[in-house]
């Protein structure tokens, strides 16, 4: 989903920089804008509440999950069949998303958040493709 789907769904909602925006956070009575909303050059949409909600609040407020923040398409499930050594920092950006993930989740649990069934499974994804790498480096 792109940060114009998000957005779309957020109130006061005020540009502030290329692809980066501010808006009144969903997950509690806000009156003026808190949240930060920015979309990167990967296509992942990272959002920031100052007054103190996590990520899992935020989206479920407006009806979404943590899926809502990654492009639908990732260009790591297109190099499966791959026999070339993986770049390192390639390696280290997708473990990044997937770290992203786990953080993401854990915020929320922390506060006692019940965790929707498709952001268990996409978390219990994340900790797969961790594991994996971890093991494919020790090969």
């Not at 999950?65 to 639908?72: A, D, K, M, Y």
């Not at 006692?112 to 219990?124: F, N, S, T, V, Y």
């Amino acid at each position: 989903m792109s940060a114009d789907e998000i957005i779309s769904r957020l109130s006061k909602v005020k540009k502030t920089g290329p692809r980066s925006w501010v808006a009144c956070c969903p997950a509690h009575n806000d009156r003026s804008p808190s949240m930060t909303i920015r979309e990167t050059d990967d296509g992942r949409v990272l959002i920031h509440d100052f007054a103190g909600c996590d990520p899992l609040s935020i989206l479920q407020a407006i009806g979404l999950s943590f899926e809502s923040l990654f492009p639908v398409e990732s260009r790591w499930e297109h190099s499966k069949g791959e026999r070339v050594p993986f770049n390192p920092r390639d390696v280290l950006r997708a473990l990044s998303h997937e770290v992203f993930i786990v953080a993401l989740a854990s915020c929320g649990l922390a506060k006692g958040k019940a965790l929707p069934e498709i952001d268990h499974q996409r978390l219990l994804l994340a900790v797969s493709r961790i594991h994996t790498a971890t093991e494919a480096c020790q090969a």
